[in-house]
C-alpha cells in the first residue's frame, strides 16, 4: 500500500512538473516575449519567482518517492524516472541560475538587446527542465 502511494505521489507531483515546464515553455514565455523584451523582462520576474515556489517542491517530492518506492521494491524504472526528474534541481541550480541571476539584476537594461537573449536562452533553458521531467513522467507511466 505504502509502495503504491508513493508509485501515485511521484507521478503525480512529474506530472506537474511537467504541465506547468510545458505550459512555461510553450504558452506563458512565448506570450510574454511577444509583449517585447522590456514588458516580458518585468512579467518574467515575478512568474519565475512563484514558478519556483510550485516547482521546486513538486521536483523534491516527485523524486524522493520514486526513489523511496523504488527502494521498497518497485523496478528500476522508478530509480531512473526518479532520477531524471531530480536532474531538474541541479540543472536549474548550476545551468540555468546564472541566467536568471542576470535577468533578476537591477542593472539589467530592460529594453537591451541583451536582455531579449536572455530571456530566449532562459527558454531553451528551461526547455531542458520540460524534457527530463516529460521523459520522467513517461517512465513512470510505463512502469505503473
Not at 15 to 44: D, K, Q
Not at 99 to 113: A, F, G, I, K
Not at 126 to 138: C, E, G, I
Request: glycine residues 6%; contains cysteine.
Amino acid at each position: 500500500m505504502l509502495q503504491a502511494s508513493l508509485e501515485f505521489l511521484a507521478t503525480f507531483a512529474c506530472a506537474v512538473f511537467t504541465g506547468a515546464a510545458v505550459y512555461i515553455n510553450w504558452v506563458e514565455h512565448p506570450a510574454r516575449m511577444s509583449c517585447g523584451a522590456e514588458l516580458a523582462a518585468t512579467e518574467w520576474a515575478p512568474s519565475y519567482k512563484r514558478a519556483a515556489v510550485m516547482q521546486a517542491p513538486l521536483a523534491v517530492l516527485g523524486f524522493v518517492c520514486a526513489v523511496a518506492a523504488w527502494l521498497m521494491g518497485s523496478g528500476s524504472g522508478w530509480l531512473i524516472g526518479g532520477i531524471l526528474l531530480g536532474l531538474v534541481i541541479p540543472f536549474t541550480l548550476v545551468v540555468i541560475m546564472p541566467t536568471n541571476q542576470r535577468l533578476l539584476s537591477p542593472d539589467l537594461d530592460r529594453r537591451s538587446e541583451e536582455t531579449r537573449r536572455l530571456l530566449e536562452q532562459w527558454n531553451r533553458l528551461h526547455a531542458v527542465r520540460s524534457l527530463l521531467s516529460a521523459v520522467a513522467l513517461v517512465v513512470f507511466l510505463l512502469n505503473r
